[in-house]
């Protein structure tokens, strides 16, 4: 009921390409979808987070995809670069407020290398 | 802004010895989370503080135990330490709604 599935495990694309990651959850109860990266030796940084009254954010070259009904999310890496690689999480969260906390429940992560 | 710090970054210990682990949040912040991050397990939950209250607990042994103090500043311990402890250990913080910002990590290693 927690868990968040990501696919795939890892990615490999062109520079120039277009990255996708795919997420889906089970627990209607989340309502806040963020996508960390990560590098080797630092910890996650917020890429870009959407809410479920929204079906497409767009930061920059980064858009998430949110499909409430199939409880599927994704994130789309235009132009992708070289300096893109790396692990990137998807994450769920439940009940924003105060009194119920910031618990993310972490998909197992995609390893992405963009080669030059 | 100064972001979220941890201390130390690396620690070896042996098996049955106890470690505490240190996070500073972002000024202002007044929830801590705390993250087990393992090649096997991935990102997983150990439990948040706010307000100097254990908010939330993730399903890790009692074992793993933190606390936080009136300044926001948070500890983690983990007693009688197994091999399987080895893992980055992440604190994140918060304003205690929305966006978390995580710390670079504590590596431990357990022989």
């Known amino acids: 009921q927690q868990q968040v599935k990501q696919s795939p495990q890892s990615l490999i694309v062109q520079k120039g390409g277009i990255s996708i990651i795919n997420c889906a959850y089970e627990?209607?109860?989340?309502?806040?979808f963020p996508w960390y990266q990560q590098f080797p030796g630092k910890g996650p940084a917020l890429l870009i987070a959407i809410r479920p009254d929204v079906s497409e954010k767009k930061e920059g070259r980064f858009t998430i995809s949110f499909n409430k009904s199939a409880k599927q999310f994704s994130l789309h890496i235009m132009d992708s670069q070289p300096g893109d690689s790396a692990t990137y999480f998807c994450?769920?969260?439940?009940?924003?407020?105060?009194?119920?906390?910031?618990?993310?429940?972490f998909g197992e992560g995609t390893q992405l290398t963009v080669n030059p | 802004k100064a972001g979220v710090t941890q201390t130390p970054r690396y620690l070896i210990k042996t098996r049955g010895q106890q470690v505490t682990l240190s996070c500073s949040p972002i000024?202002?912040?007044?929830?801590v989370s705390w993250y087990q991050q393992t090649p096997g397990q991935g990102l997983q939950f150990l439990f948040e503080?706010?307000?100097?209250?254990?908010?939330n607990k993730g399903n890790f042994p009692g074992r793993f135990s933190g606390r936080q103090f009136s300044n926001s500043r948070s500890e983690m311990n983990v007693s009688t330490l197994e091999l399987g402890d080895s893992a980055l250990y992440l604190c994140a913080s918060s304003l205690g709604v929305g966006t978390q910002y995580f710390g670079p990590g504590t590596r431990l290693t357990v022989l």
């Open positions: 994450a769920a969260s439940e009940g924003m407020g105060e009194t119920s906390g910031s618990r993310l429940t």
């Open positions: 627990n209607t109860a989340f309502d806040y």
């Open positions: 000024s202002g912040h007044r929830s």
């Open positions: 503080y706010f307000s100097e209250t254990q908010r």
